[in-house]
């Protein structure tokens, strides 16, 4: 995101105007990575796309100022953070709403199950950890456990900011794909398919 | 102490490994804490560290820029819209009522069911000319220096000569078709729906092969050249002989290539890697590197090639991509795509009704509608 390359005055005058094809490319070169991010961040596709959408309009209610906005990528950043942040307060409550309507669910499960299934987790997130490479084991162990930050791992580790941010991109990818593995989420769905066409 | 246990769930929420309980605990603390500027410091560093994996599908990704689109619309522009739409839905309830009182028995009738699908391929000749193949055919052609045998769902490819010029063929199967070939040198490849396969006619010191969609590949050894497989984005499989299977649609999510025999190399412009049996390469779209999955589910990646569907932990957007191409239809989606999980297995030789009568099971809303939609109701 942070990458500068290829933002031309043209490109900036165009989106000025408010022409389409400026905002088609401003679309197509920032929407994938902002959705993506939102999505995650908010865990509801809708909320994503409010997100998304919000932003987009931001950059077209302020199209004017864009040409004499100095980095681009860092000012659709700041858009992207404060927004991200509004849809996960709203999913906060959203999630309220919900558990006031459905009290039965809100219940969640009893504690010593809670605990269970918390252990399993660790266990897992354990082995997957144990599997990744040296350094990318040592950086994702700093920041999610010790909670450094990325600029204070780099100066402990005596590597670049930059080669921190890649190897938490690394581990997050391997772990994810760890956890995607070995957690056993579809099994009822599983259960009620087979009966049918065995 | 507050915002260090804030900034601490976050970040798990971010890797996905929040228990309920601390998600509920998350909620709670986003509801009521005033987040500040550590909020805005921690989520630029996770900014840093997302790489895209949702990314949306073009149609998807062109529907979100229209209605961005719409909205920046001058409201004169909108109100003529507004009308528009307007005398259409006048025009349509005429319509209604007169077919409501012409014709009784003019009941909507039920969309006819869609066969699943069948051997069928378009070939493409070095010349250009094209030829419509399915499991009936039987028939010989000359191409170059190869004879080309078609045996059913079979293209067969056998070298007559040698040092003539390389012709490549194009054999392209459309939604709703899959084929297979063995190449001149021995090659059988299966081909998915909606895949192509670019191969020389006659082989000469290097066997080099392109590939668009899925193909299952079982290649002839020879050690003195090498089987290459291109895919879109510059990446491509590098083998003496071996078999493995490559998935490569520009609709899915990560292209992968999975080893069941022998072993390839799996290169991009700025990685390479080679895998062991039953170990798997992620090709992400966004990404430069190449992920290595150790534990791939090889009976879900042969799948389609055994005839059947398998679900087992697909994505609600990967099995109805998977439906579309098998049953040539397009899918539409009425409300959000549904954040659902799949099991199981289904026989490819089922009916598209009979797919739709489990996904029902499954509390699933999916109709078949005309011109081959099928709607995804929220």
């Given at each position: 995101?942070?990458?500068?390359?290829?933002?031309?005055?043209?490109?900036?005058t165009?989106?000025?105007?408010?022409e389409?094809?400026?905002?088609?490319?401003?679309?197509?070169?920032?929407?994938p990575?902002?959705?993506?991010?939102?999505?995650?961040?908010?865990?509801?596709?809708?909320?994503?796309?409010?997100?998304?959408?919000?932003?987009?309009?931001?950059?077209?209610?302020?199209?004017g100022e864009?040409p004499?906005?100095q980095?681009?990528g860092?000012y659709?950043?700041?858009l992207?953070?404060?927004?991200?942040?509004?849809?996960?307060k709203?999913?906060a409550?959203?999630?309220?709403?919900l558990?006031?309507?459905?009290?039965?669910?809100?219940?969640?499960?009893?504690?010593?199950?809670?605990?269970a299934?918390h252990r399993d987790?660790e266990?897992?997130l354990?082995?997957?950890?144990?599997?990744?490479?040296?350094?990318?084991?040592?950086?994702?162990?700093?920041s999610?456990?010790?909670?450094?930050?990325?600029?204070?791992?780099a100066t402990?580790?005596?590597?670049s900011?930059?080669?921190?941010?890649?190897?938490?991109?690394?581990?997050l990818?391997?772990?994810?794909?760890?956890?995607?593995?070995?957690?056993?989420?579809?099994?009822a769905?599983l259960?009620?398919?087979?009966?049918?066409?065995? | 102490?507050?915002?260090?246990?804030l900034a601490?769930?976050?970040?798990?929420?971010?890797?996905?490994?929040?228990?309920?309980?601390?998600?509920?605990?998350?909620?709670?603390?986003l509801r009521?804490?005033?987040t500040?500027?550590?909020?805005?410091a921690?989520?630029?560093?996770?900014?840093?560290?997302?790489s895209?994996?949702a990314a949306?599908?073009?149609?998807?990704?062109?529907?979100?820029?229209?209605?961005f689109?719409?909205?920046t619309?001058?409201?004169?522009?909108?109100?003529?819209?507004?009308?528009?739409?307007?005398?259409?839905?006048?025009a349509?309830?005429v319509i209604a009522?007169?077919?409501?009182?012409?014709a009784?028995?003019?009941?909507?009738?039920?969309?006819?069911?869609?066969?699943?699908?069948?051997?069928?391929?378009?070939?493409?000749?070095?010349?250009?000319?094209?030829?419509?193949?399915?499991?009936?055919?039987?028939q010989?052609?000359?191409?170059?220096?190869?004879?080309?045998?078609?045996?059913?769902?079979?293209?067969?490819?056998?070298?007559?000569a040698?040092?003539?010029?390389?012709?490549?063929?194009?054999?392209?199967?459309?939604r709703?078709?899959?084929?297979s070939i063995r190449?001149?040198?021995?090659t059988?490849?299966?081909?998915?729906?909606?895949?192509s396969?670019?191969y020389p006619?006659?082989?000469?010191?290097?066997?080099?092969?392109?590939?668009?969609?899925e193909?299952y590949?079982?290649v002839?050894r020879?050690?003195?050249?090498?089987?290459?497989?291109?895919?879109?984005?510059?990446?491509?499989?590098e083998?003496l002989?071996?078999h493995?299977?490559?998935s490569a649609?520009e609709?899915?999510g990560?292209?992968?290539?999975t080893?069941?025999?022998?072993?390839?190399?799996v290169?991009?412009?700025?990685a390479?890697?080679?895998?062991?049996?039953n170990?798997?390469a992620?090709?992400?779209k966004?990404e430069?590197f190449?992920?290595?999955?150790?534990?791939?589910?090889?009976?879900?990646?042969?799948?389609?090639?055994?005839?059947?569907?398998?679900f087992?932990?697909?994505?609600?957007?990967e099995?109805?991509?998977?439906?579309?191409?098998?049953?040539d239809v397009?899918v539409?989606?009425?409300?959000?795509?549904?954040?659902?999980?799949?099991?199981?297995?289904?026989?490819r030789?089922?009916?598209l009704?009979?797919?739709l009568?489990?996904?029902?099971?499954?509390?699933?809303?999916?109709?078949?509608?005309e011109?081959?939609k099928?709607v995804?109701?929220?």
């Open positions: 995101m942070e990458d500068q390359t290829g933002i031309d005055t043209a490109w900036l165009g989106l000025s105007r408010g389409e094809s400026a905002f088609r490319r401003l679309f197509s070169q920032y929407h990575f902002i959705y993506s991010f939102a999505l995650r961040m908010t865990g509801s596709d809708a909320l994503a796309k409010d997100v998304v959408q919000e932003i987009f309009i931001k950059l077209w209610l302020h199209r864009l004499g906005v980095n681009l860092g659709i950043n700041r992207t953070r404060n927004h991200v942040l509004n849809g996960m709203r999913m409550h959203e999630s309220s709403l558990q006031d309507l459905q009290p039965q669910l809100s219940a969640g499960p009893a504690p010593t199950e809670a605990r299934e987790l266990m897992l354990d082995e997957a950890l144990r599997r990744l490479p040296g350094q990318q084991q040592r950086v994702y162990r700093m999610r456990m010790e909670g450094l930050k990325h600029e204070e791992i402990a580790l005596g590597i900011r930059e080669t921190v941010k890649k190897h938490m991109m690394a581990a990818q391997a772990i994810r794909l760890y956890l995607r593995q070995h957690s056993d989420m579809p099994v769905a259960l009620c398919l087979l009966p049918l066409f065995s | 102490m507050q915002s260090a246990r601490y769930l976050v970040r798990r929420y971010h890797d996905k490994i929040c228990t309920p309980a601390e998600e509920a605990e998350l909620m709670a603390l009521s804490e005033a500040g500027e550590e909020m805005d921690l989520l630029e560093e996770l900014m840093e560290e997302h895209p994996e949306m599908d073009a149609a998807e990704q062109e529907a979100a820029f229209s209605r689109w719409s909205k619309r001058p409201p004169k522009l909108r109100r003529l819209l507004g009308w528009s739409a307007a005398a259409a839905v006048l349509l309830a009522s007169y077919q409501l009182f012409r009784p028995e003019a009941v909507k009738p039920p969309v006819a069911d869609i066969a699943p699908g069948t051997h069928k391929a378009l070939l493409t000749l070095s010349d250009g000319s094209t030829i419509a193949l399915d499991s009936a055919g039987n010989l052609l000359q191409q170059g220096a190869a004879t080309i045998q078609q045996k059913g769902g079979l293209l067969e490819y056998t070298a007559t040698e040092n003539s010029a390389i012709q490549y063929n194009t054999l392209r199967t459309p709703g078709g899959q084929f190449l001149p040198d021995g059988r490849v299966w081909l998915n729906a909606a895949s396969l670019r006619a006659s082989f000469a010191d290097t066997r080099e092969v392109e590939i668009t969609g193909a590949f079982e002839a020879n050690e003195q050249a090498p089987f290459i497989v291109k895919m879109p984005g510059e990446a491509a499989v083998v002989g071996t493995f299977n490559i649609y609709d899915g990560d292209m992968a290539a080893l069941t025999e022998g072993s390839v190399r290169k991009r412009p700025q390479s890697v080679v895998l062991k049996v170990e798997q992620l090709i992400g966004n430069t190449i992920t290595v999955n150790k534990t791939a589910d090889i009976a879900q990646v042969l799948a389609w090639k055994n005839g059947v569907f398998n087992d932990n697909q994505s609600f957007a099995v109805m991509r998977q439906l579309s191409r098998w049953y397009d539409v989606y009425k409300g959000a795509v549904p954040v659902k999980k799949f099991g199981g297995e289904l026989q030789s089922l009916s009704s009979q797919v009568e489990v996904m029902k099971e499954m509390k699933i809303d999916v109709r078949l509608e011109n081959r099928l995804v109701m929220p």
